[in-house]
């Protein structure tokens, strides 16, 4: 099974600045990448995913990872955080011909004004 | 607007009785998911289901059941609920991996 590393358990920022939650998964031949988004008190929604093509995806709200297949990466970031960012982030992963997905602990992001 | 619907958001249960979770989508999903969040731990698959009556062990199935008998209902069973299984259990649906999640019920075990 995959293992996925969200290296910061607990971003601070204040608002306006940019932001970076990183996530390391373990090597495979072919896997799909994922970020959700769990605001509180709610189940996780999906923020964006990876699949193939461009390795920079964006969401709607202003967020963007980019997959590094040499480094096992897919960071996620945004250039401008707004106090409604205020979640917690989860990596996750699977691998082609899987439905599993294996997730990282998350990374609880708060935006201070 | 998609909906996948968990019966409970809090449950108190006794040590020993056995607790049924129900878990519900609209979205005609094939797949469907049961998952227990836990600080630090993230989210750790218990069982998924990708068919009616299909099942299949997920990372963590010791001490849990399922059911699946309609597509639309996936069920989570405690079968002798024990204090480690306190927990936020979160049901999910998709067409591949988890794409809908509902809003999790908070099971505590007295």
């Known amino acids: 099974a995959q293992s996925v590393t969200q290296l910061d358990s607990q971003v601070p920022v204040f608002e306006e600045a940019p932001v970076e939650l990183r996530c390391n998964y373990s090597s495979s031949v072919s896997v799909y990448l994922f970020w959700y988004v769990q605001y509180p008190n709610q189940g996780l929604q999906l923020l964006l995913k990876y699949l193939s093509g461009s390795t920079l995806v964006e969401s709607i709200n202003g967020f963007e990872a980019e997959f590094n297949k040499s480094q096992t990466s897919f960071h996620l970031r945004k250039p401008s955080v707004h106090i409604s960012d205020t979640a917690e982030y989860f990596c996750?992963?699977?691998?082609?011909?899987?439905?599993?997905?294996?997730f990282g602990a998350g990374t609880t992001v708060t935006v201070r004004a | 607007d998609v909906k996948v619907t968990q019966s409970s958001r809090y449950l108190v249960k006794r040590t020993g009785e056995k607790v049924f979770l129900e878990c519900v989508q609209d979205m005609d999903h094939e797949n469907m998911f049961w998952y227990r969040q836990d600080p630090g731990l993230g989210l750790r698959l218990i069982y998924f289901s990708y068919d009616v009556k299909m099942k299949e062990k997920g990372d963590i199935p010791e001490g849990y059941s399922v059911s699946r008998e309609k597509k639309e209902r996936f069920s989570l069973i405690l079968e002798s609920a024990s204090t480690n299984q306190t927990s936020m259990y979160l049901c999910?649906?998709?067409?591949?991996?988890?794409?809908?999640f509902g809003d999790g019920t908070r099971l505590s075990i007295l």
């Open positions: 999910a649906g998709g067409s591949n991996q988890p794409q809908h």
């Open positions: 996750a992963v699977r691998t082609s011909g899987d439905y599993k997905l294996s």
